[in-house]
């Protein structure tokens, strides 16, 4: 899920593959079927694989459900009460902290998620090429309660009370307000890791929710969405994913799958910065910062064409053949 985002409900994550497509194939097929053993969620259940071997596309057992179209292969409903046991949790771990946290209703969650790569009044296109991924293009230093709340979608997740509540702190109590919410990472919140499908920047009250929700495969940073696993190993995308990486390539940049890319740019960023405030960064860091900027709104701008070029037709013609009157 760290592709450029398309809709308010669909990201997907693509794998790139090796040379060997029967052992890429047959890695994905075990990944789906050690998913449908090992979640605890009751609505992610996965269609039979077909022989990999024989090269043909996933075939759906009828009298299994399909994964859910939401993020972690949730359905709809499932992805509801992750949300609100989730705020649930973090609002019972901060009060147990002494500290008071109000919990997210899911419509206000959902926009945080859907916040991510958009701001208002620009298309995806125009994002790319003001803000990239909005990662170090974006990086303040500043808690995202304490950043622009129409470009921040961890301060969008966290809803308008839970701003005021941190904003009326003293300083001191704003910085272990934040490190008993988040941890480390004060913009890895609930509703970020939940929409990217990448929980290991969370910390605190968050995390300690998120690990009573979700299993450990899917805390783990390798998992892949039992959906994205189905579309990822029909041999058309297959195909597709070897030319997308060729024009990453192309463009001069050395990504082999967009998974790789928005891990990198933020480890970069945290290298650069140690997590001090923009305006306390030293000259050198500074002039790093800019040039790392500039690099991810041209990798974004290439990122967005060979996903136009390659991934989008072929990923959505999969999709719904998988999910043809699919009702979750």
Not at 310 to 326: A, F, N, T
Request: glycine share 8%; aromatic share 6%; proline share 5%.
């Amino acid at each position: 899920m760290n592709a450029i985002h398309r809709s308010a409900q669909k990201q997907s994550v693509r794998l790139v593959v090796g040379q060997n497509l029967r052992q890429n194939l047959l890695l994905l097929g075990l990944m789906v079927m050690l998913l449908a053993g090992c979640s605890r969620m009751s609505d992610v259940r996965l269609p039979a694989a077909s022989d990999p071997a024989n090269g043909a596309a996933p075939a759906v057992d009828n009298n299994a459900p399909l994964p859910g179209t939401e993020e972690f292969g949730l359905s709809r409903q499932g992805l509801v009460e992750a949300v609100e046991k989730g705020e649930a949790l973090i609002a019972e771990c901060m009060k147990e902290a002494g500290f008071e946290y109000i919990p997210v209703d899911y419509n206000t969650f959902r926009r945080g998620m859907t916040s991510d790569k958009s701001a208002p009044g620009l298309g995806e296109n125009q994002y790319a090429a003001q803000y990239g991924f909005g990662i170090a293009t974006l990086y303040t230093g500043l808690p995202p309660q304490l950043s622009e709340p129409s470009l921040t979608p961890a301060a969008v997740g966290l809803g308008e009370q839970n701003i005021r509540i941190f904003r009326n702190l003293s300083s001191a109590d704003q910085v272990a307000y934040n490190r008993t919410l988040f941890g480390e990472h004060t913009n890895a919140t609930f509703a970020v890791g939940l929409e990217t499908e990448d929980f290991s920047r969370t910390g605190g009250c968050t995390r300690s929710a998120i690990a009573q929700i979700f299993t450990q495969e899917q805390l783990n940073t390798s998992y892949l969405n039992p959906k994205d696993a189905l579309i990822a190993a029909d041999p058309r995308m297959q195909a597709a994913l070897q030319k997308f990486a060729q024009c990453l390539h192309d463009g001069g940049f050395a990504y082999n799958s967009e998974r790789e890319i928005e891990p990198d740019l933020r480890r970069r960023v945290d290298e650069i910065t140690k997590g001090q405030p923009l305006e306390a960064l030293a000259a050198d860091a500074r002039a790093t910062l800019t040039a790392l900027q500039e690099e991810e709104r041209a990798l974004a701008v290439s990122t967005l064409s060979c996903e136009e070029q390659y991934l989008d037709r072929v990923e959505s013609q999969i999709e719904r053949e998988l999910y043809s009157g699919y009702q979750g």
